[in-house]
């Protein structure tokens, strides 16, 4: 590096600043070297200082930090929490969550559900409410808050009453009415629609666990499950 | 106003960068005016925008770009853009005096500055105002690294041959 190159390199060189510039620290080795370089080196930097000096006199006009501070962020037009899209996104998702989630989980299926009343019934219980009539079960389920405004299939209303039981099934509440027909046990389990996911629809489903007959459907806010120890001809008379 | 993690406070910033960035501003547009508007519009863009900034330590820059992005912008905007040809200048010039410059006040070193061909003034004003490396100068103005010394040393030039001029003009 010539003097000629160097003084293109030190005419942009700040000491203290531009130290670590590679370039800067040749051209000042060349400096050293050139006294006439060196001499015209010193007058650059002092002349930098001087102005730096002069520019940083500068004024701010009074008033200007206060308009700033009062000004930008008040005019801001910062965007609401409750306006933000990640916030209106998660509050859809929380409240589809909340609506479906009883719908949605796997485990609260229909089918689960007549599985697990069909094992109940059949491994035996003990029977809660004594009753040999319609009403007075009617009557006790209603009065413990279980479900009580079911509508009583044609043929049912012709079986004996043996009782019934204020059931549960993952924490949902079901009456379980106990009948007697043609000397073997029915079973009718009444449910909220909503407590359960895949619901069968109005017309009566039907389908066999083990050795209990079912026949299933949804009527109103309610979704009923017929069992019987006999065939599904016997249950298809009941409805 | 929202804000990062790691990013110091609107007043915070305001009290410790408004004063470079208004010498910075008046020294691009030589009006105090303008400069006050483009100060302020400089932290009014942070208010809004600001949060979107990921890296804390850059935010510097960030205000200083955005002051220089809106300069030119309000550039383009007007109609009679005040172009001042220095060809005069291209040549190397004697060193100014530094006893020179002390006899001028900072409204005049700010005049001359303002005539400084605008390709060359803004690094040059960096280069004097903040400390800023040739890297963050270059990052600041968007333009390669390797012309930046150049820009430097040909504004700094001009500033010389305007000074000389003027002391001239005094004698």
Redesign the interface.
Known sequence: MNSEQAKQILQAYRPGVDDADPSAAEALAQARRDPELARWLEQQIAFDAAIRARLREVPVPVGLKTRILANAPAEAPAVAWWQRRPVWLAAALIVLALVYLPYLRPANTFAAFRAGMVQYVAAGYQMEVRADNFDALRERFSKDGWPSDYVLPPGVKGLKVEGGCLSQWRGRKVSLLCLEAKGHDVWLCVIERRAIWQAPGATPVFAREGRISTASWTSGHLTYLLATEGDEAELRSYL | ??RRAGQPS??AL??QY??GL??FA??LSGA?AEA?DL??QT??I???KGHQLRDASKVKTWLFTTLHREFLKSRRRQTHFPHHQLDAVEGELP????AV??Q????E??AA?AQVDELYRAPL?L???E?F??KEIAAALDVPLGT???R??RG??Q??GLLMTKKKVRE
Do not use: C, G, H
């Open positions: 106003m929202n609107f007043e305001v009290e408004y004063r208004y010498q008046l020294s105090e006050s100060t302020q932290f009014y942070w208010a809004r060193p100014v005096a530094p410059v002390n001028l006040d900072a409204d070193v700010v500055l004003v280069f004097y105002l400390d490396s040739y930046v010394q150049s430097i040393a700094k030039s500033l010389q």
